[in-house]
């Protein structure tokens, strides 16, 4: 039979833990709604760059732009974003595996790797992987001037041919319990999808229909790349919290478990003792 | 002022972290890449790109400055779109950080190595100086 004092101190050990779990939830629910005001916040400018750079896409040559055309594929680059703390279920290892799935789908593509978060950081290192760029503390408080580094670096190599597309591997926020892996192209740009009804207005352009453009799409890059950060940070705080609140029950239900045998080792031990003094006094008869 | 239907301009300035004006008014003054231009109610629709400068707004008596850094301006003839990289009110702007900002940019600049660094003080040091001047304008 286990010992009380044993018992005991693993309940107390086990509380604490739930205790810590407790307050990492709620630090999550809390990081996770300005995390979600974040992104609201965020979209209408997306769309609205969305519209113009469609409306300009009907007005202007495509080809025009090295940003929107498509060389044939031979080195790739993989922006991949994860999170720089764990505690948060499967939320990296997903993100991870489809990565390292990603690269065996495509066995003839030269990859290079940008990292984001330390858990990236962390898995490369052991592997055989070329990394190109780390980008360690910018998940704690996301803003555009990260989310534009991490652009122009891109684009900049892109432009000198370092790589002949970018793949953004990342976590996209559904809803607190609902994260998907999604592994999307940022580099070349797809071309729009054009719908007529928006563009019922004829615009004047200043300077030109080019010139806007070409000032636009490294913006656009920088965008979605925020966007991209912004989803991930969302997921992250999603998944600690589902992570946490698991955690949580489970040390309630291991409590539960551990207060029921410590009452029954107590009987137990309290009836061992009264057996033996009844029987000690029966010898003495 | 007498003013009749459809002669306000719907004013919206939108930034990637936020939206910072949504407003009726009687006309705005934007720093254009070709030049500084003004919009009055009945323009003719318009896309431009934004350099780093001060656009104001007038809304009745009362005018109101904010200091952008690079974006671009949509304008129809009673809208006025402005969706720039940052937009900061003048009453919100920190004098003093901007002043910081304005001296190690100077610092850099006049150290003077043509690299990438000196590009960036460049464009730091434009736009702390549109901070300062309209820092308080009211």
Not at chain 1, 218 to 224: E, L
């Amino acid at each position: 039979m286990s010992n009380l004092r044993d018992i005991r101190r693993r309940i107390q050990s086990v509380k604490n833990t739930e205790q810590i779990t407790k307050a990492m939830k709620m630090v999550a629910a809390s990081r996770l709604r300005r995390a979600q005001e974040a992104i609201l916040a965020s979209r209408p400018y997306a769309l609205k760059m969305l519209e113009v750079l469609s409306s300009l896409a009907l007005r202007t040559n495509p080809e025009a732009h090295p940003l929107l055309v498509t060389r044939e594929p031979k080195k790739a680059d993989m922006v991949v974003v994860t999170s720089d703390r764990g505690l948060c279920g499967a939320f990296n290892s997903n993100i991870l595996r489809k990565a390292e799935q990603f690269m065996a789908e495509h066995p003839d593509w030269e990859f290079s790797m940008h990292l984001v978060g330390r858990k990236a950081v962390e898995y490369f290192k052991r592997r055989e992987v070329n990394t190109r760029k780390i980008s360690l503390d910018i998940l704690a408080d996301v803003s555009l001037p990260h989310a534009m580094a991490i652009g122009n670096d891109v684009v900049e190599s892109y432009l000198e041919e370092e790589f002949d597309q970018v793949f953004m591997v990342y976590n996209e926020f559904k809803s607190a319990i609902q994260q998907n892996v999604i592994v999307e192209q940022l580099l070349p740009i797809k071309p729009m999808e054009v719908t007529e009804d928006h563009f019922a207005v004829e615009y004047l352009y200043e300077p030109s229909e080019d010139m806007v453009l070409e000032e636009l799409l490294p913006r656009h890059i920088n965008i979605q790349v925020f966007r991209v950060l912004l989803e991930s940070v969302a997921s992250e705080h999603g998944a600690r919290m589902t992570a946490m609140d698991a955690a949580s029950k489970n040390a309630g239900e291991m409590i539960d478990q551990l207060t029921l045998l410590y009452n029954r080792s107590r009987q137990a031990a309290i009836t061992k003792e009264l057996v033996e003094v009844v029987s000690g006094a029966e010898a003495i008869k | 002022m007498a003013e009749t239907a459809g002669t306000k301009l719907t004013l919206e300035v939108v930034t990637p972290e936020k939206v910072v004006i949504s407003e009726e008014v009687d006309e705005v003054v934007l720093p254009g890449i070709e030049g500084e231009f003004g919009v009055l109610p009945g323009h003719i629709p318009f896309l431009t790109a934004l350099k780093v400068g001060a656009m104001y707004y007038k809304k009745g008596e009362e005018s109101e400055y904010l200091a952008l850094s690079w974006g671009y301006v949509e304008v129809a003839s009673d809208r006025v779109m402005v969706l720039a990289e940052t937009a900061e009110k003048a009453t919100e702007i920190d004098i003093k950080r901007a002043e910081d900002s304005r001296e190690a940019a100077e610092k850099i600049l006049t150290a003077g190595k043509e690299d990438t660094e000196y590009e960036k003080a460049q464009v730091r040091l434009e736009k702390s100086i549109i901070r300062v001047q309209i820092a308080g304008k009211k």
